[in-house]
């Protein structure tokens, strides 16, 4: 499974652009990219997948360069609630269809006023 | 529509004890994954079931047993308590072949004292 590295904490204010990068040097041909999002005392929760070039939805967009080798998450103009440690994943789908999730430390972000 | 129910949500327990947690999918989901989140720290994969057999097991102990039922809710059990046993303990729902597809419940708090 590849390993992923990415910022232990980041700090931001209400109304900017956050933007995350995760390093996967490792990542297969086969992987894609997941990144949850995860506030205290509660579960993760899927923010956005990717296997390339750019990914959006309604809270986040997934930049993935041609080598795949590394991934940014950003968050658009960010707000109070928006404080939270934030993973990112990768992964395939095995043989078989029985996968799990690895999760790694994450990435604590702090949005202040 | 529910999502992932865990009960209880808190719990203390005495070294030596045995604890069972249980989780309730969301609906529509036939897999149940168990992860374990110790504080400040990613969440660990445990063990995820599959038509109630055990499919892929994490780097745990056998103190850590689990079931899933017919109607796929399932139960982790713990025998033999650790003070390091002190989490909070995770169940995520899915649907075979599917990665992007997690729900995490709330959590269990365990607290072993």
């Known amino acids: 499974l590849a390993k992923t590295t990415q910022p232990i904490s980041m700090d931001s204010y209400e109304g900017q652009e956050v933007n995350i990068t995760c390093s996967h040097n490792?990542?297969?041909?086969?992987?894609?990219i997941t990144w949850y999002q995860q506030f205290p005392s509660q579960g993760p929760r899927f923010i956005i997948q990717?296997?390339?070039t750019k990914v959006k939805n309604e809270v986040a967009s997934l930049f993935i360069p041609a080598d795949r080798k590394s991934s940014t998450l950003s968050l658009p103009r960010v707000s109070l609630s928006d404080t939270a440690v934030y993973y990112c994943?990768?992964?395939?789908?095995?043989?078989?269809?029985?996968?799990?999730?690895?999760f790694g430390a994450g990435t604590r972000l702090a949005v202040h006023p | 529509d529910a999502g992932v129910t865990q009960s209880p949500t808190h719990l203390i327990k005495t070294r030596g004890q045995q604890v069972t947690l249980r989780c309730s999918p969301k609906?529509?989901?036939?897999?149940v994954s168990w992860y374990q989140q110790a504080l400040g720290q990613g969440p660990q994969f445990i063990f995820q079931?599959?038509?109630?057999?055990?499919?892929q097991r994490g780097n745990f102990p056998d103190r850590f047993s689990g079931h899933q039922f017919p109607n796929y809710s399932s139960e982790l059990n713990v025998n033999a308590l650790l003070l390091g046993d002190s989490a909070l303990y995770l169940c995520?729902?899915?649907?075979?072949?599917?990665?992007?597809?997690?729900?995490f419940g709330s959590g269990t708090r365990l607290t072993v004292v």
């Open positions: 490792n990542i297969a041909t086969n992987d894609y």
């Open positions: 609906s529509g989901h036939d897999t």
């Open positions: 079931y599959y038509e109630e057999e055990e499919r």
């Open positions: 994943l990768v992964g395939r789908v095995f043989s078989g269809g029985y996968n799990k999730l690895i």
């Open positions: 990717g296997y390339k």
């Open positions: 995520a729902s899915s649907l075979r072949d599917r990665e992007y597809g997690y729900t």
